[in-house]
């Protein structure tokens, strides 16, 4: 039974052109009952409120606390699916310090409007939840890169037919690219490289 909670949070949404990938890591760690639907698929930076009604003052707050100058985008390496008691989740791999400096940013941009992130004594741990089947599988590795190109203000709810959550995107924030992609890099024969694609 959905939790008649509702959440919102600031995250990252998966976007269509890692999806087909993701949907093969469900199914390699067995996830086909309860696989976290495509277009659900996320990583939430914070959550910024849970209540049992809407709280309709939450979104202008938020919005005002973050303003339109957000810190450059920061990549996410994905590292490992591995099953907990509760289902699979894919985790970022090494110190993760890029997001985490994101996230403080943020953190302290929230407090100046008396916003606490919720659920975060222990910090930051990025990840994106594929499932909740029970895993039995053997966790496997994956190297991947995502750099998302836009903060999402989401708030997810029952659906009226009581049957799971849905997320609703309440405002948008675009992402600038991290600053290191902006350098001057050369090929071997001195000519400039393609431009980078980033899956977002």
């Known amino acids: ?22 949907a093969e890591w469900q199914r390699r760690a067995g996830q086909a009952g309860r696989a976290v639907e495509p277009d659900m698929l996320h990583l939430t930076l914070c959550v910024v409120g849970e209540t049992l009604q809407r709280d309709l003052f939450l979104k202008s707050r ?23 008691a509760m289902g699979a989740e894919l985790v970022t ?5 890029e997001i985490r400096g994101f996230f403080d940013a943020i953190a302290k941009m929230l407090a100046g409007y008396g916003i606490a992130p919720l659920h975060r004594r222990s910090g ?8 909740y089947d029970r895993s ?46 902006a350098f001057a890099f050369m090929t071997e ?9 980033r899956a977002a």
């Open 1 to 22: 039974m959905s939790s008649p909670i509702i959440r919102t949070f600031l995250g990252f949404q998966l976007p269509l052109v890692l999806r087909s990938s993701f």
């Open 62 to 84: 938020v919005v005002a606390a973050l303003g339109t100058s957000l810190p450059p985008a920061a990549p996410i390496r994905f590292g490992r699916v591995h099953g907990r």
């Open 93 to 97: 791999r090494g110190r993760s310090t």
């Open 124 to 131: 930051l741990r990025p990840h994106i939840t594929l499932g």
């Open 136 to 181: 039995t599988f053997d966790a496997f590795d994956v190297i991947h890169h995502w750099t998302p190109d836009a903060l999402l203000l989401i708030e997810s709810r029952p659906r009226v037919d009581a049957r799971g959550r849905e997320h609703i995107v309440l405002h948008r924030w675009p992402l600038l690219p991290p600053a290191q992609s």
């Open 189 to 197: 024969d001195g000519s400039p490289p393609p431009p980078t694609l």
